[in-house]
């Protein structure tokens, strides 16, 4: 890996970074750096952009850092990473691949044809704000930058358009809002009123809901695939690791977690949207991305047997 990694910073998470270059190395050229004219600096740039989002806390040693680069979407980063540096052939890729994709997933969140004009309008201004267009012109800091290979692309890219949907939908109602006032008695005029929503208000409710549903899709597991998770995300036990202890071989290992995981998002998402207050598919696309994003979910903490205080999986956390 090139000597970016060495860099003047003192930082303990560049400092492992180094430590790991043949595996950073290995991980470049198992990628599709190459097709994208992605350089191994560049790569290696949008690993340690994806590690310092993850670890901002701080906590983390050799292996938590190896363990987490090898559950990334590598070659979904390196097209995104790509996009981001402008390059060419990657784009060409992005637009070809996903461009159906963004126009059928709008269609659903806006609950119109892909075809639409409200579809259209959504998945192509998304395009704009990856390629990093203002005004037609291309000078803004591509969107690209926040995606980090924790989920697929496709799954950040749905879950962007929804937030986009949702944000436009609440515009529209504060702008009604504003419209209906009389000028004479509202406390300042409309023309001086700037729409700010740039964070979702309720991201923390979303992440307070997603975890009660998590919390009770675990306890409806059986014995055998809740240790299968505890050594996997609790404990960062490699598969072949997880098979030794428990007497399986690697590759069963990997398909009880592909289908436990499968298990545990529908049971996460029927819960939200059979809850009291029941979330649209939009809303629970966001619940999986914020939690995705931010790694808000202790596994340590949720195997840790310590369940009694929390909310039975038909309860609500209070927000």
Same mark, same amino acid.
């Given at each position: 890996m090139p000597d970016q990694l060495a860099s003047s910073s003192d930082s303990?998470?560049?400092?492992?970074?180094?430590?790991l270059a043949p595996r950073l190395d290995a991980l470049f050229e198992d990628s599709s750096c190459s097709l994208w004219r992605l350089t191994r600096s560049?790569?290696?740039? /949008?690993?340690?952009?994806? /590690?310092? %989002?993850r670890f901002a806390n701080g906590a983390f040693d050799r292996r938590s850092l190896q363990g987490y680069l090898e559950t990334l979407h590598i070659d979904d980063l390196a097209l995104a990473s790509a996009c981001m540096e402008g390059s060419e052939p /990657?784009?060409?890729?992005?637009?070809?691949?996903?461009r159906g994709y963004l126009r059928a997933c709008s269609g659903v969140i806006t609950k119109n044809s892909r075809s639409g004009a409200d579809a259209q309008e959504l998945a192509d201004s998304l395009f704009a704000e990856l390629f990093g267009l203002r005004d037609g012109k291309r000078g803004q800091a591509s969107l690209f930058r926040y995606f980090h290979g924790r989920s697929s692309l496709k799954t950040w890219l749905r879950a962007i358009l929804a937030?986009?949907?949702?944000?436009?939908?609440?515009?529209?109602?504060?702008? %009604?809002?504003?419209?209906?006032?009389?000028?004479?008695?509202? %406390?300042s005029p409309p023309s001086q009123v700037v729409p700010t929503p740039s964070l979702d208000p309720h991201r923390q409710v979303y992440l307070s809901?997603?975890?009660?549903?998590?919390?009770?899709?675990?306890?409806?597991?059986?014995?055998?695939?809740?240790?299968?998770?505890?050594?996997?995300y609790a404990q960062g036990k490699t598969l072949a690791e997880i098979g030794r202890q428990l007497g399986e071989h690697e590759s069963?290992?990997?398909?009880?977690?592909?289908?436990?995981?499968?298990?545990?998002?529908?049971?996460?998402?029927?819960?939200?949207?059979?809850?009291?207050?029941?979330?649209?598919? /939009?809303?629970?696309s966001l619940c999986f991305q914020y939690a995705s994003e931010d790694s808000?979910?202790?596994?340590?903490?949720?195997?840790?047997?310590?369940?009694?205080? %929390?909310?039975?999986?038909?309860?609500?956390?209070?927000s």
């Amino acid at each position: 890996m090139p000597d970016q990694l060495a860099s003047s910073s003192d930082s303990p998470l560049l400092a492992l970074f180094r430590e790991l270059a043949p595996r950073l190395d290995a991980l470049f050229e198992d990628s599709s750096c190459s097709l994208w004219r992605l350089t191994r600096s560049q790569f290696a740039s /949008a690993l340690q952009r994806s /590690a310092s %989002k993850r670890f901002a806390n701080g906590a983390f040693d050799r292996r938590s850092l190896q363990g987490y680069l090898e559950t990334l979407h590598i070659d979904d980063l390196a097209l995104a990473s790509a996009c981001m540096e402008g390059s060419e052939p /990657a784009w060409e890729s992005f637009v070809a691949t996903y461009r159906g994709y963004l126009r059928a997933c709008s269609g659903v969140i806006t609950k119109n044809s892909r075809s639409g004009a409200d579809a259209q309008e959504l998945a192509d201004s998304l395009f704009a704000e990856l390629f990093g267009l203002r005004d037609g012109k291309r000078g803004q800091a591509s969107l690209f930058r926040y995606f980090h290979g924790r989920s697929s692309l496709k799954t950040w890219l749905r879950a962007i358009l929804a937030q986009r949907h949702i944000d436009h939908t609440r515009q529209g109602r504060r702008w %009604k809002s504003i419209d209906s006032q009389d000028p004479e008695q509202s %406390k300042s005029p409309p023309s001086q009123v700037v729409p700010t929503p740039s964070l979702d208000p309720h991201r923390q409710v979303y992440l307070s809901r997603f975890r009660v549903a998590l919390t009770g899709a675990l306890r409806a597991l059986d014995t055998q695939e809740r240790t299968r998770l505890e050594l996997y995300y609790a404990q960062g036990k490699t598969l072949a690791e997880i098979g030794r202890q428990l007497g399986e071989h690697e590759s069963s290992v990997s398909r009880h977690l592909e289908r436990t995981r499968k298990f545990l998002r529908a049971e996460v998402e029927q819960h939200l949207r059979e809850a009291s207050s029941p979330m649209s598919d /939009a809303q629970i696309s966001l619940c999986f991305q914020y939690a995705s994003e931010d790694s808000p979910i202790d596994f340590r903490e949720l195997f840790s047997g310590k369940t009694s205080s %929390k909310p039975s999986f038909g309860q609500e956390e209070s927000s």
